[in-house]
């Protein structure tokens, strides 16, 4: 069923699931696709306001001012070409969310869309595109490297006191796939 605004209930199990991108309804009427999809794009659009609105307090410049915004609007979703042909490049699958994302901005250039909190530092990070990931692949995540396998930059003291059970303690892995960087004001 359509409402005027163009959202669509569906009704399962007597539940309400609002759509906001005119989704699709499968045959049985029981699954919407968009839903999730739009709700991380709202996430993303409240990121985006939270960022202009307090990027004093994140130690960014403004970004309207040095219009990183304005540049950031302009930006195109990659198509589902690009990430079928980014994923065939790597051999992976990427998850749903990633492409959700991608699809709604390739990359984010100098708009800080990542704010983060590292152990008690306030840290922003800048989304790749695809073509940059490409690239920063090329160099830095194109091998399997320890992070021992470089004692000038790394004691074994430091990798000690890095060491996390859940993370393998590789500076590079071909597994890994890049795609934010870290953007000092």
Not at 64 to 79: H, K, R, T, V
Not at 117 to 122: A, E, G, L
Not at 161 to 172: E, G, Q, S, V
Request: glycine fraction near 2%.
């Amino acid at each position: 069923m359509k409402t005027k605004t163009g959202h669509i209930l569906v009704t399962k199990y007597y539940k309400k699931c609002r759509c906001y991108d005119n989704g699709k309804i499968t045959k049985d009427n029981r699954i919407i696709r968009g839903c999730k999809k739009m709700k991380l794009i709202d996430n993303i659009k409240k990121i985006e306001t939270y960022i202009c609105e307090n990027f004093q307090e994140l130690d960014l410049d403004d970004p309207m001012e040095e219009e990183y915004f304005q540049e950031y609007e302009s930006i195109d979703g990659a198509s589902e070409h690009d990430l079928l042909k980014f994923e065939e490049a790597f051999s992976i699958h990427l998850p749903k969310d990633f492409k959700t994302l991608y699809q709604y901005k390739n990359g984010s250039k100098f708009m800080c869309i990542l704010p983060s909190m590292i152990r008690t530092s306030d840290m922003c990070f800048c989304l790749m595109s695809l073509e940059e990931i490409k690239k920063c692949k090329t160099y830095f995540q194109n091998k399997n490297a320890l992070l021992s396998d470089f004692p000038e930059y790394f004691s074994p003291q430091d990798i000690d006191n890095m060491r996390d059970n859940r993370i393998k303690p590789y500076l590079f892995n071909k597994r890994w796939i890049p795609f934010a960087q870290y953007v000092v004001s």
